[in-house]
């Protein structure tokens, strides 16, 4: 609740006049606390982790992960977005569809997604590499990839309009509790877990 009150704040000024986002007024700033809020929803909404490719599959085959198209309306997938990882949990998908239109509507160009779901391994690897925080086993730090609910956005191209506009959105639905949306400016993306939708 206080981490909703905090999000609802920041986005109120926000609202009043979107500065340029930096590291210091980042109101989308990922933490431990909110790490473990993400891992504490996902639990309590009942869903699973993905440890392998075997797991993305079965969760397809019994209707409960869609196949994300390499392109829709507002969006598309990056290269390095592997085949075998181009899924999310319906719900997901939807929210992400919503915003890309949403975005494609207000700037007429498309938003990059660069992960969907991830294996286990892919998370170990990254986290080994220092390239995500994240955990890749069982811990209230995992990332939401591992849940097929997160995808990320990549900030590359956008100008810091096109930025606090999503920023904006984005600090909105997470004090509603839809979702918990990370503005990671290191590695230049928007990392988005949707709870529901």
């Known amino acids: ?8 704040l920041s986005g109120g000024l926000l609202l009043a006049s ?16 909110a790490m473990r809020y993400q891992n504490a929803t996902l639990d309590k909404l009942g869903f699973p982790r993905i440890k392998t490719e075997a797991d ?3 969760l397809y085959l019994a209707g409960k992960l869609v196949r994300v198209p390499s392109t829709g309306k507002g969006y598309y997938l990056g290269p390095k977005v592997r085949a075998e990882t181009r ?44 390239i ?12 939401g990839h591992l849940a097929g609910v997160a995808f990320d956005i990549s900030l590359k191209g956008m100008t810091q309009k096109e930025i606090a506009f999503l920023t904006e959105r984005f600090v909105h639905d ?3 509790g839809k979702t918990l949306v990370f503005l990671e400016l290191w590695s230049r993306n928007f990392h988005v877990t949707v709870f529901k939708e």
Not at 1 to 8: G, I, K, R
Not at 94 to 116: D, M, N, P, Q, V
């Open 87 to 130: 899924f999310l949990y319906p719900h997901a998908f939807s929210y992400l569809k919503c915003r890309a239109e949403e975005y494609r509507g207000r700037f007429h160009k498309s938003l990059k997604i660069t992960t969907l779901a991830r294996t286990g391994a892919m998370q170990a690897r990254l986290k080994r590499l220092r």
């Open 56 to 58: 993305i599959r079965n």
């Open 18 to 33: 979107p500065p340029n986002i930096t590291l210091e007024n980042n109101p989308l700033k990922g933490s431990v606390e």
């Open 132 to 143: 995500s925080s994240a955990d890749a086993n069982a811990s209230e730090m995992q990332s």
């Open 174 to 176: 997470s004090a509603d």
């Open 1 to 8: 609740m206080l981490f909703a009150q905090v999000l609802m």
